[in-house]
């Protein structure tokens, strides 16, 4: 084994203050092939995310705002983290222990991505980014293997009762750029007593370029043979219903548009897709869960990760009120998110992997997005 030092560069700088006066930074990596991501202590946000096409030159992939204002007007989580517990808690309420704990109703009867101010919505502690090395192996010769980089660690401090929840959380958030072109995120957290943890980003993709237009062209491979349908309210209904036959087999390459208008009720109740897939997990590290490939500009993005599903959803709910980065608006179907998870609801489905996280035990996933182009396409 060699290891070996890496030539990726990172700076900051101020990038607002919230109404109460909390400055916000904003750290920018990039690798040494020209790829750059720049994330806000606001949220942990990816405000953007730089990425060469077939030809080599770069383009913003993820959906945003230019300045911090955007992210703290009411948006759909632009490329936030999201927690404590990413995705929908039936009725806001479940119980652990015996006790029963009521959270925060923000998506009509449920709660949504941690409650009215969840992890989105907080400033969160950064240490300055610091080079990393690399092990050279027969493993790193993996196309999305970690080939040195920047890291960027944010940490937060949820306290006991937060948006409902127990216990004092200390949750930590690595971004790694590599050098191999891959946006690495690695969660963690403890807890000083019994609690549910689900963390998650939920970058708005678009391959062609953020304000490019829709995504329909866009060709999705997700690595799953069932998903979890869901009920009017979009919570599962603890089914875990097979792809076959139906517009949610993504086991083969589909483009987004092809089916998205079928006939079907789990479409009509997300107006599209907007539903938990349950990989197929053959062990307890990093694995393909998706693949997507852009025509026009070449552009791909595999998905890794350590979680038990990847909750797809194609911005049905853009309906262009909404001015992004550059001025440009973001209309229905105009990005893609592969938001890696634990299921939706599942302190409430005890036949769903468990999110429960103990005194003495550690919260601990990661997700990669490696991207690449491809001249064939």
Known sequence: MLTIACGSKSNSRHFGRTPSGEAVDLYTLTNRKGMEVSISTYGGVVVSLRVPDRTGAPGDVVLGFDKLEGYLKPNPYFGAIVGRYGNRIAHGQFTLDGVEYTLAKNNGENSLHGGNRGFDKRIWTATKPADIGYVVGIRSLLPWRDHGGQSLELTY???DGEEGYPGNL???VTYTLTDNNALRIDYSGTTDKDTVVNLTNHSYFNLAGQGKGDVLGHQVTIFADRFTPV??????TGELRNVQGTPFDFRRPHAIGER???SDEQLRLGRGYDHNFVLNRTGSGL?????VSEPKTGRVLEVLTTEPGVQFYTANFLDGTLKGKGGKVYGPRSAFCLETQHF???PNKADFPSVVLKPGGRYR???VYHFSADSRL
Do not use: F, V, W, Y
Not at 287 to 291: F, G, M, N, Q, T
């Open 344 to 346: 939706p609801d599942s």
């Open 157 to 159: 401090q949820s306290k």
């Open 231 to 236: 009920d009017k309210t979009m919570i599962p």
């Open 287 to 291: 694995e393909l869960a998706a693949r």
């Open 170 to 172: 200390s949750a930590t």
């Open 260 to 262: 998205i208008n079928a």
């Open 365 to 367: 996933t990661t997700t």
